[in-house]
Structures are given as C-alpha cells and as structure tokens.
C-alpha cells in the first residue's frame, strides 16, 4: 500500500489515517508553501507509525535547488516496509549488551546498528548503555536522552527490546566481544552467532561503524532506517523543547541551522590553528596530547587546512553565507556548542548576520536548566532545530553533520550546502592577501561550484578506487549520511505539478 501527500490533496490507498480530512482542509487554506508541507508532518508520522500496514510513503518536502532562496517543493518516496518474504524474529538464542561509544550521533548510529545486528543473530536486545566516560562526560542515561518505551514498541515486530538483563544471568554466561569493523552477514551469522553455543549474554564493547555500509540484504537497511528514523524518537522534553525552539526560530521566517564546529574538541582533536593566537594553539595541542584516545599528536595546521580538513572559521562561514547570497536579515540558528574563543572569533559573523540565534537567547535559563551539563541532551536540542530548518550548514563533515544531512534526505532531500572547504581555503586566502574580493565574482563562483552539493538525490558512494582494507571501508560514504537507495524508492525528487509514478 502507498500513502501518496501532494500540495493539493491526500490520497490514500488502503490506508486510513486518523484526523484526515482536517489537515486536508488545513492544507487547501494555507498560503504558505513551506507552511503547507509543515503541516503534513504530523499525517506523516502517523503514517511511520504503522510499518507492518504501510508499504511507502510519497511526500512533498522542500528543497531548494538555487542559492540565497529558501522556498521550493519536491518529493520523495520513502520505504520503510520489509520485503514480503521478512519474518519476524522466533524465539531468541541470549541477550545483546550494547556500550555505546562518542557522541550523541556516534552513539545514534551505533545504537540502530545494534538494533540490526540483534535481528540477524537473533538475539534480545538490552536498551544500551550510553557513553559517559568520553570527552564529554555527560551522566546521562538512554531514558534521559531517548524514548526508551517508543524504541520498544516501535521495534516490536523486528527486535525484542528489553530495559534491562533478567536477574538470573550469571556473570559466567557472558562474553565481551569487539565486533569488527564494517562487518558483514557473514561475520555475523558465523563468528559472532557460533558464540551462543557457550555464551547467555554477549556484550558489545563498541558500537560505532561495526556493521557494513553496503552489500547488506533491503530487509536489514530498512530495519536501519526504521531504528534511526522512527523508533529512536528523543525523550519527550527534549522534543518539546526542540519544537519551542523551532516554533521561535520560524516566528522570523524561514531559517538557516549553521552546525559552527568551531569549537575547544574539534579543533583540538583536528589540530587546526588558522586565525588563532599562539596561546590559542599551545592550549589546544596540550588538550591533545592529554587525550589518550586521539592517536595523532603531531599534526601540521596549514596542511590540514589545505586539503579541507578543517571546520570554517566564523569569518570564513560568514563570507562563505554572503557568497551564497544570503541577505544580512536572513534568520541562522547557530548549532554549537561554546565557540572557543567567544565574541572574539564571532564579530565578523555577528556584525553581517544580526538574526544570529542560539539556543541559549531564544530559551530562558529557567527553560534550559533541566539540559544544562548533559551535552548530549543540548546536542539532541541542536539536531532538531537542524533537521527542521530550511537550510542546513554544516561547517565540518563531523557526526552530527553527517546524521543530519541523512535525517534530511530521508525526509525528503531537504536543503544540505555541504562547503567544499579544500577550494573555499584557496579564495579565502587570496582575499586575506588581497588578491580577491568578495562581490560578483566569488559569488557566481561559490555558487556555481556548490550547484551540486545541496543535497539533492544520489546513490550512496562507494569506495575511493585503490584503496584497501579497512581504508576502503573509511572511504565509502556512511549509510547514515545517505540511505538512498536502500530506503527511498524513488531515485529523484520531482516537481509536484508532474505526474508521479510508484513502480
């Protein structure tokens, strides 16, 4: 069965879904596009929550294909439904611990490829445990950040799920195992399933990228995709908050989330300098020589920034968005946490965008203080404002970046500008020596060379020729930054005034 949503009408075929007609007449009223596919959210997510009645879902997203405009509509087919020969789980051979490892979105998709790797070794999955000892030292636990009774239910008919391991399992029927790396099927069906035979309990002691990007069966991409985009909802107060802050960013239009990585971790962990003092630069390589898990210490900062492998500056972010032919009075929610350096690094940004909004000026301390000290909490804060923006910017090619620009093309392709920071590094430098300046030029040239880079649909890419091993892994482009096409049916987006057609 497929539910169809146009701007014009709701069809719907076998498939009844509750308050209908009212946000059919919502949606004939509304003026306003952007409006208008808002207001099919809440029919969409009811229609998510009926995988076992639904087969795919057609629906009008917006994009925008140009620069410096925020108002288009495409669609998009999304499938989340299981093949037809898909059974659900028997009776399970033990229980699948799960600790979790890095950030929030590290943890996020760590946490769905567990849900998928407990399906195909049949196993009952324990809620995972989240990372607390990393460097952002957040105490918070699964409930406090998820919805820890809808990622049950929601997974009822693909995984069992339970809260904890029953009192009568002895610590002798379990087993500690680090599952490799980008592991397929195989591995799993074999080497890690043969381990029943001796084990109640095994025990994953890392979560992040141990299942393959590719060359697994639909029936277990789907399932990902289910885990990560409809069962892995945020605890209730953070989506309420979520939604208050998006609801406040929209009273001033439409909006950019500009994911500003310019923070004390990441430039510390990249080892990136540019524009910053040298007492700026020794605190940062003291910070990574203490880190023990950060392998590299001696890293050359203008080599990393000429090959892109730095997050922009605020500066640079700021004549990156004038290029693009963003207006001063453009609304941008920033998506970060503390800007290392404060107002001394955000002048240049802040005097050309003055709607520059954070979460901490569009919420009350009252309001946020049930967040405060748990960062994983205020990034999940961030990953909503993101997904639901207009635009998103991300500055750096960072976890959170990458799983919400796959959030976005799940719903529908939204509006990613991803910066190639490799050729903006040349033309910011030939302006800082005066070689360049920013105008007419710059602008057709960022914007031509950045025509393809919004988001709009393709297959995931695979590996970069010649490499090997584990690199040729490392080099695919992530499942969760891209499910086409394992989840999306349809190939491309397409203009709502052409006829749609679901093979």
Known sequence: ???LLTPNSLIHTGFLIPKLKSETRY??????????VRSLLPVYTKALSHPTRLDSVLIGIPIVPSCGSLHQIATICLVLNPVRNYTSPSESRGYLLAHTNGGLNQMRAGICDMVAIAHIINATLVVPKLDKKSYWQDSSNFSDVFDEDHFINALA???KVIKKLPNEIGSSMK?????????GMDYYQEEIASMWADYKVIRAAKTDSRLANNNLPPDIQKLRCRACYEALR?????????KLLVD???SNGPYISLHLRYEKDMLAFSG??????????????????ANDNWKVKDIDPMEQRSKGFCPLTPKEAAIFLCALGYPSNTPIYVAAGEIYGGDSHMGVLQSRYPMLMRKENLASSEELEPFTN???QLAALDYIVSVESDVFIPTYSGNMARAVEGHRRFLGHRRTISPDRKALVRLFDKIEQGKLKEGKYLSDHVIESHRNRQGSPRKRKGPISGTKGTDRFRSEEAFYVNPLPDCLCQGGSRNLNSSIIIS
């Open 27 to 36: 949606w004939a009223k509304s003026k306003n596009r952007a409006g208008q």
């Open 272 to 289: 990136c300098t540019h524009d910053l003092s040298p007492a700026e630069a020794n605190e940062l390589k003291t910070i990574r020589d």
């Open 374 to 376: 748990h960062l994983s």
């Open 234 to 242: 945020f605890a209730p107060q953070i989506e309420a908050m979520g």
């Open 157 to 159: 008919n693909d995984v």
């Open 248 to 250: 406040r960013m929209r």
């Open 1 to 3: 069965m497929v539910l």
């Open 175 to 183: 087993a500690v195992k680090y599952f490799k790396s980008w592991s």
